[in-house]
């Protein structure tokens, strides 16, 4: 009997900046795995740092791709990529000429056009942002990341990096790409982003927490994930980090929905 999420190619799960998709003990994709398997997908990791440069990191994605196809006897893969994971996908499809083994690419809150709040960090003095830097790295270093660059990934969020990335950065026309995003309707939405949703929003407009709405566009934009209360969905949210229930969308079952449109295209 054929599942919902029996897709032709495999699905590669990539993650974003900050965290890994490698812990025994806690699923950076919460419920949405399972619910995945359950409905036919074969689903494998990326496993990049969490604070590696976008072509550091786009070096394993394209190992990982290598290795996924070997495994399953695959000619391609189809990507999910929440956050910076996109831009590291990206880079891999057409920088490291990985576009003839990828049929198609979905980001979910990925900054493709960078921000504007982030703009302010990039002028910070370089020296006080190295030092900080070489504090995030050693500490990532400890949790797992083989070459965490946090002074140069950060700064990549940038709209000024956004912007040369995309012009040297072009999408391969034989990969599908889709988009979403997400929004915060209150700054009091989820704890984590209170600080983050209210500067963002001044210098950005509407965001989740980190993603500013209009920046996660790219490609074929297929909307806005949210709740239906006035409180939203934030950039943790929306991978189901929290394992909650939101009013008027259940996670889970709206990325089955993207993989059965996926397989709905041959792919």
């Known amino acids: 009997m054929k599942k919902r999420c029996d897709t032709k190619y495999p699905i590669l799960l990539v993650h974003g900046a900050g965290f890994r998709d490698d812990s025994r003990f ?4 919460g419920r949405i795995p399972k619910a995945l398997t359950d409905e036919g997908a074969t689903i494998f990791y990326s496993g990049q740092d969490a604070w590696g440069s976008i072509e550091y990191n786009g070096t394993i994605i394209k190992e990982r791709i290598e290795q996924v196809l070997k495994i399953t006897k695959a000619g391609k893969v189809n ?4 956050s910076r994971g996109g831009l590291e996908a990206r880079y891999a499809i057409t920088k490291l000429a990985m576009g003839k083994y990828v049929a198609s690419l979905t980001t979910i809150s990925t900054p493709h ?3 504007k709040t982030m703009n302010i960090f990039y002028k910070f003095p370089k020296g006080l942002y190295r030092f900080v830097s070489s504090i995030v790295n050693l ?3 400890v949790l797992g990341d083989k070459n965490p660059d946090f002074f140069t990934s950060s700064r990549q969020f940038s709209t000024y990096e956004a912007e040369i ?4 950065t072009p999408n391969d026309s034989s990969v599908l790409y889709q988009s979403y995003a997400a929004k915060m309707k209150k700054s009091l939405s989820d704890p984590l982003f209170v600080l983050t949703h209210l500067i963002i929003s001044f210098f950005d407009g509407e965001n989740d927490g980190l993603c500013p709405v209009a920046s996660a566009k790219w490609g074929n934009y297929r909307g806005l994930i949210t709740g239906k209360n006035f409180w939203g969905i934030s950039h943790a949210g929306v991978i189901d ?8 969308i259940d996670l889970p079952e709206f990325y089955v929905n993207i993989v059965e449109g996926v397989k709905k295209e041959n792919l």
Do not use: E, L, Q
């Open 139 to 141: 500490y990532f270093k």
């Open 113 to 115: 056009y960078g921000s």
């Open 26 to 29: 806690y699923n950076y994709w």
């Open 79 to 82: 990507i999910i990529a929440h």
């Open 241 to 248: 980090s929290y394992r909650f229930n939101y009013s008027g």
């Open 165 to 168: 990335f995309n012009k040297n």
